[in-house]
């Protein structure tokens, strides 16, 4: 369904950017400093990758103390979904929920003009929070899941009846069935 406004007219014009040389040190204080989660990584105008706050903590737990060495275009994610500034919002929401980030640059044969985020679609078409919401808890589950499944713990899937023993209350999966904390 479309909601006749176009990306271009809400994308941010003026979105941070580094170049693919920049060490993480530079990128993560140009986003302290910009307040923003991500980087548009471009080389003289050319999308070459977004980089996330995500990313450099990743890299500062591996390596702590090369920051400074660390490149930008080491870690930049290349393969990055892209969306043309006369696409629908709605075009952008079935994007993000399908690649599960809160961004997508905005661009016209690779050249960056922009870059949208939930943010900006919030500030713009607040009564599309449900979708957007959605897409939000999709990836927060997702992440939880694999957490708990790595710690091999119960995972909390609804509630209701217990397969076994009949009783009311928080069910969890396990061996194909819905049981509750006591069986």
Same mark, same amino acid.
């Given at each position: 369904?479309?909601? #006749?406004?176009?990306?271009? %007219?809400?994308?941010?014009? %003026?979105?941070?950017?580094?170049?693919?040389?920049?060490?993480?040190?530079?990128?993560?204080?140009?986003?302290?400093?910009?307040?923003?989660?991500?980087?548009?990584?471009? %080389?003289? #105008?050319?999308?070459? #990758?977004?980089?996330?706050?995500? %990313?450099i903590v990743y890299a500062f737990t591996k390596k702590p103390k090369e920051l400074d060495k660390i490149q930008a275009k080491s870690l930049a994610r290349k393969k990055v979904v892209k969306i043309k500034p006369s696409a629908d919002l709605d075009e952008a929401l079935k994007k993000m929920k399908k690649t599960k980030y809160r961004w997508l640059p905005v661009a016209v044969n690779n050249k960056v003009l922009g870059f949208l985020t939930l943010k900006d679609i919030l500030r713009i078409e607040p009564n599309l929070f449900e979708a957007v919401r959605e897409i939000m808890q999709i990836r927060e589950e997702q992440q939880k899941y694999k957490r708990l499944k790595k710690l091999g713990k119960r995972i909390f899937i609804k509630s209701g009846l217990c397969e076994e023993c009949g009783s009311y209350g928080a069910l969890f999966q396990s061996d194909g069935k819905l049981l509750c904390e006591n069986c």
């Open positions: 369904m479309d909601t #006749g406004i176009k990306v271009g %007219d809400i994308m941010t014009r %003026d979105f941070i950017f580094a170049s693919p040389e920049s060490s993480l040190r530079e990128c993560a204080k140009r986003m302290i400093q910009q307040k923003v989660g991500s980087l548009v990584i471009q %080389d003289k #105008g050319k999308l070459f #990758g977004v980089l996330t706050e995500r %990313d």
